[in-house]
């Protein structure tokens, strides 16, 4: 038992001396005017790196990946239809593409789906 514990403290003290040596070593202390600026093919930026998005790309994007991976979780309905009953398969599909039905009819009411306003 002794002989676990003083290799166990010897391997910490290691440890703790080689990460103190590594972080001590590569410290560093200078900061260069280039090397903080943003880097943009050498020549300084002459414009914000901040642009302005349509806001409309961002939400069909969400929608597009909202539908993506329902579809993924439809696919997989197809294969289970030979292993389950009948009747709880067709109730949860039926479910699941009503809740799709119902989510796709929120947005063409709200008006996320037009993209000329």
């Known amino acids: 038992m002794f002989i676990i514990l003083l290799m166990g403290t010897i391997i910490l003290t290691i440890s703790i001396i080689v990460m103190t ?9 200078f900061n260069d005017r280039e ?18 998005f349509s806001l409309r790309f961002f939400l069909i994007t969400i929608i597009f990946l909202i539908f993506d991976v329902e579809i993924a979780l439809i696919l997989p309905m197809i ?18 593409i009503l809740i799709l ?17």
């Open 21 to 29: 040596l590594a972080s001590i070593i590569s410290k560093k202390t």
């Open 35 to 52: 090397k903080s600026s943003p880097f943009e093919c050498g020549f300084d930026p002459k414009s914000s790196s901040r642009l302005p």
């Open 79 to 96: 294969l289970i239809f030979s292993y389950s009953n009948l009747i709880m398969w067709t109730c949860t599909s039926m479910i699941f």
């Open 101 to 117: 039905l119902l989510g796709l009819y929120h947005e063409w009411n709200q008006g996320a789906l037009n993209w000329s306003m």
